[in-house]
């Protein structure tokens, strides 16, 4: 990330794409004060957009994205997201040598790294590492939403399957 | 951070200290292999230790910590810690340069920063700036838990106020 002055603020430059992120060269103001991102009670937030998960592919279905920490001009070495996927969705089958941390907080899911397959409630956290293979999936009824904390500069994932 | 070899194994020394952390110069064997830590169901997780909130001081009382992410030998550039602040307990007052991500997740509890106050309930996040001077505080009747997330390598707080 580098800055440049423009009309009299700083921007940050990201000069490297941010996978799994719409925009990924988009221009950021940078911006460090503090502030509240207030809970909506319906696992949205006052002042972060609903996104998709990736701008394209058939290679996952049903995931919506919020990005509470990392695109807003903070300077921090991770992001922070909340991901959720409705009944019957899931994220792409991926690896990359970028670490993942999970965290449950919606509903329940079904975790994949590597050969494992764990099933992830309220609060279970997974730390998925380098070069693992791995998807998220909601097989059940209710929608699974969760946290997944990334370093901001991150490689870009070799998507490994087109089905779930 | 560097690497060692001794007895056959690879260790990961922390040449920076790791503030507001027990045994800051601590060998940690790098472990980058995926894992599950299940969640207990009364807000502690299978795997990780309760400690004290800092190993000293009286500028903060009744605070619990489990560092979820950041102590087993990842190498992410971040850690996730929960943090439980017992009725009437607070952190320290104190700012540094490094940045905070809080996340409510039981109870409620009040987060100062700067001359702001907001009242944390689930899932409210809070980004605190750079240098703000922050505290966390629990004047309500029930545990106040939330996760912070922080930066790998950051610098040593200034404590400001040994009163709450």
């Keep these: 990330m580098f800055a440049i002055k423009f009309i009299g603020k700083v921007f ?20 460090n004060t503090s502030r509240l991102y207030k809970h909506k009670s319906n696992f949205t937030w006052r002042g ?8 394209s592919g058939t290679d996952w279905s049903d995931i919506a994205r919020q990005t509470l920490i990392g695109n807003h001009g903070e300077s921090v070495k991770f992001h922070v997201r909340y991901f959720e996927i409705a009944s019957g969705g899931h994220s792409s089958l991926e690896t990359h040598k970028h670490e993942h941390v999970v965290i449950g907080i919606r509903g329940k899911g079904i975790c994949v ?10 609060l279970d956290t997974v730390y998925i590492g380098p070069g693992i293979v791995h998807q998220l999936k909601n097989p059940y009824n209710e929608p699974f939403g969760f946290f997944c904390i990334v370093n901001a500069k991150r490689d ?4 490994l399957s087109k089905k779930s």
């Design 12 to 31: 940050m430059i990201k000069k490297q794409p941010l996978y799994c992120d719409f925009d990924s060269h988009k221009i950021t103001e940078k911006n």
């Design 113 to 122: 790294t590597g050969k494992k397959k764990h099933i992830l409630n309220f």
């Design 156 to 159: 870009k994932p070799k998507v």
């Design 48 to 55: 972060i957009k609903t996104e998709h998960y990736k701008p």
